[in-house]
């Protein structure tokens, strides 16, 4: 028998089995390496949102502290006459700061009476008066009312300021802490839901501090920022991508588009306080101002998504209804613009939510003004909710730590509402064609 021939085809099959084998460990590698990037993400994410949830959970309980106040009709009401004026003038103030003295007697010693004085919030008085405004048949009474603790008390209570430290590294001295346990003890202390954080607006004392005027500016300046971008964007993506002629003007307007979604938002806050500001003299620091500047912000945003959902209906629709005899503004208002639009509201609900949370451009037009009243109106002056977090993290009180957390989780759940809703009207109206 004679040997079999050489495989001449075998260093070929060899060769390309090798580089098989290697193009599958490629593909695994970048598999590998996908999945790395797509854990690390992950887990940046997960770390840095329960860092905010860490710091922040704190500031929605308030510590709460129980007194029994004796509305003492000599100071409330003397002239018996229970005139509304006479009674807001009262001394309220010195009512809390008596019920304390009673609770715990501490002489004529000022300083000892300062610090039991600083147990409570300074707005004790305003609670009172407010009580006695809706009823005045307290007046003669004896009643237990509860009061928000300082912020150094609540600070204490929940843990934020230890105990097992020396006196001089605390704000909170030894005095203090007793009097805190024998409220404690007797049931006069208690931690609560804190409804002032979202009820008030901005305050010096963190106590006090609520995050309402802020998100009532933020409700008025997407309102105008709707109002002005959302018509004008549609418009404009229809006019561009059903109407225009293609010429070199387009070319540059579809350019020029492009480009002003990529310029940084401080860019549209300096021409806001060039133009409105300096220019047509409009007030600083008011939503109507904030929208117009967010408005121009947006535009691009709304523009280009709005494009992209008219370029994909299907050219059957327009020649559909042209056949039937609609006319060009027929065809787009009664059969393109109806289809185009779950992708028009997603590109505008993303717009909107990008401006919710800029901040840059609002600071170079005035609203980082320190704002105590809700606003009203949209010339009213207001604040937003990232403004409104800029400042709280610039403030020196520890107490505003968490309040600056916890302002960014409602922030984020407001963003994620926000593009919730996008998805799920992307996903009720969207048509595959």
Same mark, same amino acid.
């Given at each position: 028998?004679?040997?079999?021939? $050489?495989?001449?085809?075998?260093? +070929?099959? *060899?060769?390309?089995? +090798?580089?098989?084998?290697?193009?599958?460990?490629?593909?695994?590698?970048?598999?590998?390496?996908?999945?790395?990037?797509?854990?690390?993400?992950?887990?940046?994410?997960?770390?840095?949102?329960?860092?905010?949830?860490?710091?922040?959970?704190?500031?929605?309980?308030?510590?709460?502290? !129980?007194?029994?106040?004796?509305?003492?009709? !000599?100071?409330?009401?003397?002239?018996?006459?229970?005139?509304?004026?006479?009674?807001?003038?009262?001394?309220?103030?010195?009512?809390?700061?008596?019920?304390?003295?009673?609770?715990?007697?501490?002489?004529?010693?000022?300083? &000892?009476?300062?610090?039991?004085?600083?147990?409570?919030?300074?707005?004790?008085?305003?609670?009172?008066?407010?009580?006695?405004?809706? &009823?005045?048949?307290?007046?003669?009474?004896?009643?237990?009312?509860?009061?928000?603790?300082?912020?150094?008390?609540?600070?204490?209570?929940?843990?934020?300021?230890?105990?097992?430290?020396?006196?001089?590294?605390?704000?909170?001295?030894?005095?203090?802490? !007793?009097?805190? &346990? +024998?409220?404690? !003890?007797?049931?006069?202390?208690?931690?609560?839901?804190?409804?002032?954080?979202?009820?008030?607006?901005?305050?010096?004392?963190?106590?006090?501090?609520?995050?309402?005027?802020?998100?009532?500016?933020?409700?008025?300046?997407?309102?105008?920022?709707?109002?002005?971008?959302?018509?004008?964007?549609?418009?404009?993506?229809?006019?561009?991508?059903?109407?225009?002629?293609?010429?070199?003007?387009?070319?540059?307007?579809?350019?020029?588009?492009? *480009?002003?979604?990529?310029?940084?938002?401080?860019?549209?806050?300096?021409?806001?306080?060039?133009?409105?500001?300096?220019?047509? *003299?409009?007030?600083?620091?008011?939503?109507?101002?904030?929208?117009?500047?967010?408005?121009?912000?947006?535009?691009?945003?709304?523009?280009?998504?709005?494009?992209?959902?008219?370029?994909?209906?299907?050219?059957?629709?327009?020649?559909?209804?042209?056949?039937?005899?609609?006319?060009?503004?027929?065809?787009?208002?009664?059969?393109?613009?109806?289809?185009?639009? $779950?992708?028009?509201?997603?590109?505008?609900?993303?717009?909107?939510?990008?401006?919710?949370?800029?901040?840059?451009?609002?600071?170079?037009?005035?609203?980082?003004?320190?704002?105590?009243?809700?606003?009203?109106?949209?010339?009213?002056?207001?604040?937003?909710?990232?403004?409104?977090?800029?400042?709280?993290? &610039?403030?020196?009180?520890?107490?505003?730590?968490?309040?600056?957390?916890?302002?960014?989780?409602?922030?984020? +759940?407001?963003?994620?509402?926000?593009?919730?809703?996008?998805?799920?009207?992307?996903?009720?109206?969207?048509?595959?064609?």
């Amino acid at each position: 028998m004679t040997d079999a021939p $050489p495989d001449s085809q075998a260093p +070929a099959r *060899n060769g390309q089995a +090798a580089r098989i084998r290697a193009r599958y460990r490629a593909e695994k590698r970048f598999r590998a390496y996908g999945l790395i990037a797509i854990v690390v993400a992950l887990t940046t994410l997960v770390l840095l949102i329960g860092s905010i949830v860490f710091r922040g959970h704190s500031a929605f309980v308030q510590t709460h502290i !129980a007194l029994d106040i004796r509305f003492d009709r !000599a100071v409330i009401d003397p002239k018996g006459s229970r005139d509304p004026d006479s009674l807001r003038g009262a001394n309220y103030t010195g009512l809390a700061r008596a019920a304390l003295r009673d609770r715990f007697p501490v002489g004529s010693n000022r300083r &000892d009476k300062r610090a039991l004085y600083k147990l409570i919030s300074n707005d004790a008085g305003h609670t009172l008066r407010e009580m006695v405004l809706a &009823d005045p048949s307290l007046i003669g009474t004896t009643r237990r009312v509860w009061f928000k603790s300082s912020a150094d008390v609540d600070s204490f209570t929940k843990g934020q300021i230890p105990r097992n430290v020396p006196e001089s590294e605390r704000k909170i001295n030894d005095k203090q802490i !007793a009097w805190l &346990d +024998a409220l404690t !003890a007797d049931g006069a202390l208690e931690i609560r839901f804190n409804t002032t954080f979202f009820t008030t607006a901005d305050s010096r004392e963190p106590e006090q501090a609520g995050i309402w005027g802020a998100a009532v500016g933020s409700f008025f300046t997407l309102v105008v920022c709707l109002a002005l971008s959302f018509p004008l964007g549609v418009m404009a993506a229809i006019y561009l991508e059903e109407f225009a002629p293609r010429n070199r003007f387009t070319d540059l307007i579809e350019i020029n588009i492009n *480009n002003l979604a990529a310029v940084p938002s401080i860019i549209f806050g300096l021409l806001g306080l060039a133009v409105l500001l300096n220019f047509f *003299n409009l007030p600083r620091s008011v939503p109507l101002v904030g929208g117009i500047v967010l408005a121009l912000m947006t535009l691009p945003t709304i523009i280009i998504a709005s494009r992209a959902a008219l370029a994909a209906v299907p050219p059957s629709i327009r020649e559909g209804a042209l056949g039937m005899g609609a006319s060009p503004l027929q065809v787009v208002t009664h059969h393109v613009l109806p289809l185009a639009m $779950p992708g028009i509201l997603t590109g505008t609900i993303i717009g909107m939510a990008q401006a919710l949370g800029e901040t840059a451009p609002l600071l170079m037009i005035g609203m980082v003004a320190f704002i105590v009243d809700v606003p009203q109106t949209f010339a009213d002056p207001a604040t937003v909710l990232p403004v409104q977090i800029f400042l709280w993290a &610039d403030a020196p009180e520890r107490a505003f730590v968490e309040k600056t957390s916890a302002a960014i989780m409602v922030l984020l +759940a407001f963003l994620v509402a926000m593009n919730l809703l996008a998805v799920i009207l992307r996903k009720k109206f969207e048509r595959r064609w």
